[in-house]
């Protein structure tokens, strides 16, 4: 069993250097992140499933930006639209750096001069995010849970 700061350091191994080349929504955010290098014990599709609040830049910008914004979300309290919105001005983005702090709280600074955070705390999910190689690729996967603890599945 790998310790945290084991965890944390396979984490930014696996996603730097990434592109972020797509996303869907359905319970949550899942993200599409490929490797286009040939490092062969390095997975080249990563998912990341977010559960817990997620926002770009720091939090204070992003409620800035929130309250902005010329129509509210109709059937979510949440900013879904919002990060919908910025998700998609993300995409074809690469990642520089990969930081995971000490409650699990995943922050992600793109190519774009953005950083892209997941809380690792969250009140409503079992997990908050869930860092995974698609199934048909192998069993890859990192699992932070609602209370910022990470282990590997």
Same mark, same amino acid.
């Given at each position: 069993?790998?310790?945290?700061?084991? +965890?944390?350091e396979?984490?930014?191994?696996?996603?730097?250097?990434?592109?972020?080349?797509?996303?869907?929504?359905?319970?949550?955010?899942?993200?599409?992140?490929?490797?286009?290098?040939?490092?062969?014990?390095?997975?080249?599709?990563?998912?990341?499933?977010?559960k817990?609040?997620?926002? +770009?830049?720091?939090?204070?910008? &992003?409620?800035?930006? +929130?309250?902005?914004?010329?129509l509210?979300?109709?059937?979510?309290?949440?900013?879904e639209p919002?990060?919908?919105? &910025?998700?998609?001005?993300?995409?074809?983005?690469?990642i520089?750096?990969?930081?995971?702090?000490?409650?699990?709280?995943?922050?992600?600074?793109?190519?774009?001069?953005?950083?892209?955070?997941?809380?690792?705390?969250?009140?409503? &999910?079992?997990?908050? &995010?869930? %860092?995974?190689?698609?199934?048909? %690729?192998?069993?890859?996967?990192?699992?932070?849970?609602?209370q910022?603890?990470?282990?590997?599945?």
């Amino acid at each position: 069993m790998k310790n945290t700061q084991e +965890i944390k350091e396979i984490v930014a191994g696996w996603m730097q250097g990434m592109t972020f080349t797509s996303f869907s929504h359905a319970a949550g955010f899942s993200l599409q992140f490929e490797y286009g290098g040939f490092e062969p014990d390095r997975p080249k599709v990563l998912c990341l499933e977010i559960k817990a609040r997620c926002y +770009i830049g720091t939090i204070e910008d &992003w409620n800035r930006f +929130i309250a902005q914004l010329p129509l509210r979300a109709r059937r979510t309290d949440s900013d879904e639209p919002a990060l919908a919105y &910025w998700l998609m001005l993300l995409m074809g983005s690469t990642i520089h750096h990969v930081q995971i702090d000490g409650e699990g709280t995943l922050s992600i600074f793109t190519s774009d001069s953005e950083i892209l955070t997941v809380e690792g705390i969250d009140d409503v &999910w079992e997990e908050s &995010w869930i %860092l995974r190689q698609p199934p048909d %690729l192998g069993k890859l996967e990192i699992v932070c849970d609602s209370q910022g603890n990470l282990t590997t599945g």
